[in-house]
């Protein structure tokens, strides 16, 4: 069964100024619709809002994993039906490990599949190709990884050997962007200045001297089939860094009226979880950028920002409201125009580009279904 839900077309006409595009963005139209997945009579995963999953190339394909049950489904996204469902161990000569946070689709129906205790390449029927036999206590370079906890893990599209990775630390040091080779267990730091002022914004709850709980959770790593782009939440700068010549650009990426980075004020360390909840709120309150995804037909590049807001009942604060904006982004990164979602009041969760559309997941009462953007 394929349901359009609803249809909104709505025309924002907004002053961007002069652009150097080919395309005016001063008069925007924007089209909305949503759309169900046929589950087949199955009982579909969606707990986590699609956090780990890819798709395949051609984006015909969505391929999510549930972490706890590490059952991998397979949804066709052009006949917007379920196609199959994969088992994968956690233990033994095939074993993921516990709670794998870590999937990628890889060429030739390949995934990267891994948890903090194992990771590999495996294939549709749950078989490990290859393992990545290493932990980050075993790997060389100059830098010190005690404190440090992986964030995320991106696999070089055309090189399975080298690994992208964020590192995130309990202790007062930055985070680290770097790659490893899997075969020699070196890692190398990429060290990104521009971005050094995430660290302004990271918040430990320590209980005695003992850390509990952190905010540290703002760099995000997305790859096209050239390069890798990182992005982070709390500002708009833009790195990439090409696989081919392994270089660094830097953007800026600044707004056009939106806040180019956050500017609440936060200690760094707290001693109650009522302080850490409250500051917390603070940030989420201030402006929150996710990361850009590339629109091949029409050329653009996609980005929501938000800001959350809340409301107090019975002594305590609630998540109330979103505010939404969609930002358009040409190829080098410069800011085109900003939307403001009047219709959209949620924070955006996994979203892709498809069809010439932005596709934003949406739980439909525990079905599967996507608002669709397009823009005209």
């Not at 390449?121 to 190709?129: K, V």
Request: glycine letters at 4%; hydrophobic letters at 40%; charged letters at 30%.
């Amino acid at each position: 069964m394929k349901n359009s839900l609803f249809f909104l077309s709505i025309i924002l006409l907004y002053s961007c100024g002069k652009k150097e595009s080919t395309k005016d963005y001063s008069q925007i139209e924007i089209s909305m619709d949503t759309v169900m997945v046929d589950a087949k009579d199955e009982i579909l995963s969606l707990a986590g809002d699609l956090m780990v999953s890819d798709l395949s190339a051609d984006k015909s394909l969505l391929y999510y994993l549930n972490p706890r049950t590490l059952q991998l489904e397979i949804v066709d996204l052009d006949e917007l039906e379920f196609v199959q469902r994969v088992q994968y161990d956690e233990e033994g000569p095939n074993g993921i490990g516990r709670f794998a946070m870590q999937f990628q689709v890889l060429l030739d129906e390949k995934f990267f599949l891994g948890s903090f205790s194992s990771k590999g390449i495996f294939d549709l029927s749950s078989t490990r190709i290859s393992k990545y036999d290493f932990l980050m206590e075993d790997l060389k370079g100059d830098q010190d990884f005690e404190g440090y906890v992986e964030k995320s893990i991106v696999v070089n599209p055309k090189d399975e050997n080298q690994l992208f990775t964020i590192l995130i630390s309990w202790n007062d040091q930055l985070s680290l962007v770097g790659s490893i080779d899997a075969q020699t267990k070196e890692f190398k730091n990429y060290p990104i200045p521009a971005l050094d002022y995430l660290s302004s914004f990271k918040l430990v709850y320590s209980e005695g001297g003992t850390p509990r709980a952190m905010l540290a959770d703002f760099l995000d790593l997305s790859r096209s089939e050239k390069m890798l782009i990182i992005s982070s939440k709390v500002g708009a700068d833009i790195y990439t860094f090409d696989f081919a010549t392994e270089s660094f650009i830097h953007y800026p990426a600044e707004p056009i009226t939106l806040p180019v980075k956050k500017t609440a004020k936060i200690p760094q360390v707290v001693e109650s979880m009522e302080e850490f909840q409250k500051h917390n709120r603070s940030l989420g309150q201030d402006i929150n950028f996710s990361a850009p995804v590339w629109d091949d037909e029409n050329e653009l590049y996609y980005r929501f920002a938000h800001f959350l807001k809340y409301k107090e009942e019975d002594s305590k604060f609630i998540h109330s409201d979103t505010e939404v904006h969609l930002m358009l982004l040409d190829k080098e990164f410069k800011v085109l125009s900003e939307i403001l979602l009047e219709n959209y009041k949620k924070v955006p969760v996994k979203h892709f580009a498809k069809d010439g559309m932005l596709w934003v997941f949406e739980n439909l009462e525990d079905e599967m279904g996507f608002v669709r953007i397009k823009i005209k």
